[in-house]
């Protein structure tokens, strides 16, 4: 049985430390994602810890930029791959003006004071607090002072270049889905509400409460497969076809068994 994600950092309590953390969107759970968490594991073996991912309930950009991107990998999604990733504990923190407004000095406190830590784990660029001042050199600062270690490690790269979010939906609104899928590590899939169906079961339109990454307008071969849950282990992907429409729906063909399902992943292959 997978562990329910904390709401919030004031939900950790002494038992769950001593933490290694990562702070980060995690949006895709994408390959520089993976390699990151491989790592976490890794230094949180070396220093006695438990590795710990701290997330956010919204994308940042709502409040920064004004708008948020479009989802590359359901929430509930996101928090079963950071499961199945070996994260041990996972904090899903409520992302508002008042969190932007934090110093990372003060973050840092928020945490310290309900259990042990140990430390972050950062790449050279990553950075965390107001004015994004938490880099890994003031971290290491405060680490000094007040106990924790600061574990820093190299981005990833693939074939010269880094893996970022941003290019993965441009791959994907661009319809080169071969590019998205070798940065995801997996299939471009999204996940949404069951909105229609038809009397044979067979045909289904999904709409999606929240913006996501879609491919263009037009139709693919795909697999359909109950939506997945941080406690649920989803059945077996069956079979599809997808048509992306105009208006940002998905109609959805495939045998009723696979359409039963109050909420749906798509998985497009081609």
Excluded at 45 to 60: E, S
Excluded at 247 to 270: I, M, Q, W, Y
């Amino acid at each position: 049985m997978m562990r329910d994600a904390l709401p919030g950092i004031e939900a950790l309590r002494p038992a769950d430390g001593p933490l290694l953390v990562a702070v980060g969107v995690f949006d895709g759970l994408h390959r520089g994602h993976l390699y990151l968490l491989r790592e976490l594991r890794r230094a949180a073996r070396r220093l006695a810890a438990r590795a710990a991912v701290l997330t956010f309930d919204h994308h940042p950009d709502e409040i920064l930029a004004g708008a948020a991107p479009p989802l590359l990998c359901d929430p509930d999604e996101r928090l079963a791959r950071l499961e199945r990733a070996g994260v041990a504990v996972t904090v899903v923190e409520h992302f508002d003006d008042a969190l932007r407004r934090t110093t990372y000095a003060a973050f840092v406190a928020s945490i310290r004071g309900r259990t042990a830590l140990a430390g972050f784990l950062m790449t050279p660029d990553a950075a965390f607090g107001h004015e994004r001042r938490g880099t890994p050199e003031t971290l290491a600062a405060l680490g000094a002072e007040t106990g924790f270690r600061v574990v820093v490690v190299p981005p990833f790269d693939l074939a010269g270049r880094q893996v970022r979010s941003t290019e993965i939906r441009s791959a994907i609104a661009a319809g080169d889905l071969a590019t998205a899928r070798a940065l995801l590590g997996r299939r471009v899939a999204v996940t949404g509400v069951v909105a229609e169906r038809d009397r044979a079961g067979r045909d289904a339109v999904v709409r999606f409460p929240l913006p996501v990454a879609l491919p263009p307008v037009g139709t693919y071969a795909a697999t359909v497969e109950a939506a997945w849950a941080p406690s649920l282990r989803p059945g077996p992907a069956r079979r599809a076809v997808a048509a992306v429409e105009a208006s940002g729906v998905v109609a959805v063909r495939a045998h009723p068994e696979a359409l039963r399902h109050d909420r749906l992943r798509v998985a497009f292959a081609r």
